[in-house]
C-alpha cells in the first residue's frame, strides 16, 4: 500500500535526503580526504537515498518522473566500477539535480 504524503512532508523528506547525501560526502572526505569515490562505509546509506529520493519524486510529485529518471541515470553512470563503488563527484551531481528539482517542484 503507497502512504500518502503531504506536500510539507514531501519536502521535508527531501530535504532530510539532501541532508544524508552531504553527510555521505563529509564522512568519506574525513576517512579518506584525497579519495574520489565514497568510502564504502557510507554505501550502503546512499543506496537508500537515491532510492526513496527516486521514489518520492515518482510516486507524491506531478512531473516529478523525468527527476527521478535523471537520479536514476546520475546513479548508473557514477558508478566505478575499478573501485566498486560510486564517485563522490556522482553524490554531488545528484545533491544538485535534487535540490534544483526541489526548487522548481515545490517552490510553493
Known amino acids: ?7 510539507a512532508q514531501v519536502t ?12 555521505v560526502v563529509a564522512d568519506t572526505l574525513k576517512i579518506q580526504p584525497a579519495g574520489t569515490n565514497i568510502a564504502r ?3 550502503f546509506a546512499f543506496d537508500e537515498t537515491v532510492v526513496s529520493l527516486m521514489k518520492l519524486f515518482r510516486e507524491h510529485i506531478d512531473g516529478g ?3 527521478a529518471t ?3 541515470r546520475e546513479y548508473a553512470m557514477g558508478f566505478d566500477p575499478g573501485s566498486g563503488t560510486t564517485t563522490i563527484a556522482c553524490v554531488r551531481k545528484i ?9 522548481r517542484h515545490l517552490a510553493a
Not at 500500500?1 to 506536500?7: E, W, Y
Not at 521535508?12 to 553527510?23: F, G, K, S, T, V
Not at 545533491?95 to 526548487?103: G, K, S, T
Open 1 to 7: 500500500m503507497r502512504h500518502q504524503f503531504t506536500p
Open 95 to 103: 545533491a544538485d539535480l535534487v535540490r534544483h528539482a526541489r526548487e
Open 12 to 23: 521535508m523528506l527531501i530535504c532530510r535526503a539532501e541532508r544524508q547525501l552531504e553527510q
Open 65 to 67: 518522473s523525468g527527476v
Open 70 to 72: 535523471q537520479i536514476a
Open 41 to 43: 562505509s557510507t554505501r
